[in-house]
């Protein structure tokens, strides 16, 4: 008896099994910040955008202005807002750091967003929107609160710069004879959906 219920435990039973997989696959956004001046685009990063249309000899105070557009472009796919536009000044020519820095603590970046038919020059920037002095250099402005720093995929935020030394202002003697560039840094940050 013993031995009639030892088989009754090894009794097998077979079934078919199946298995099945899904693979779904997905593209991540991309946030790309360009800039243009209205003719030549540019990436501006890793190497900076050249922006030779901003620039100005023989600068004194309350002498020659330089007005240049500056297009902020979305090129990614994800809309963004831009958050903050620094300036530092950068040796040029045979100068020396100290004299870059003087002349940066004279010069007055000043910019404004430009509409659509909007042309950046003495007359807009200086009548249309008032006489203000910008800030010395270095400086960083948060613009994310402006009228166009949010940008859609494809869209872009037209700015005119002025760049002067303002006549009510003294500079120090080593910003005589200087040489400098404005270096413009661009931070953007993705629309939180």
Known sequence: ??????????????AFTDAGSVGASFVSGKLDLSVSDGTTPGQGAPTPYPFNAL???GMYPGGPASYAELRLVNSGTLPLTVTTIGSSAATAGSSTTAQADALGTAVRLRF??????????ANFMDVVNGS???SPIPTT?????QQGATLG???NWRLCFKLAIPADTVP???AQGASMRVMLAVDARQVQP
């Open 55 to 57: 620039t100005v000899d």
């Open 112 to 121: 404004v967003t430009l509409g659509p038919s909007d042309v950046c020059n």
């Open 153 to 155: 995929a494809g869209a």
């Open 132 to 134: 203000g002095t910008g």
């Open 1 to 14: 008896m013993c031995a009639a219920l030892g088989l009754v435990g090894y009794a097998t039973s077979a």
């Open 172 to 174: 120090p003697a080593a």
């Open 141 to 145: 402005v948060n613009v994310s609160a």
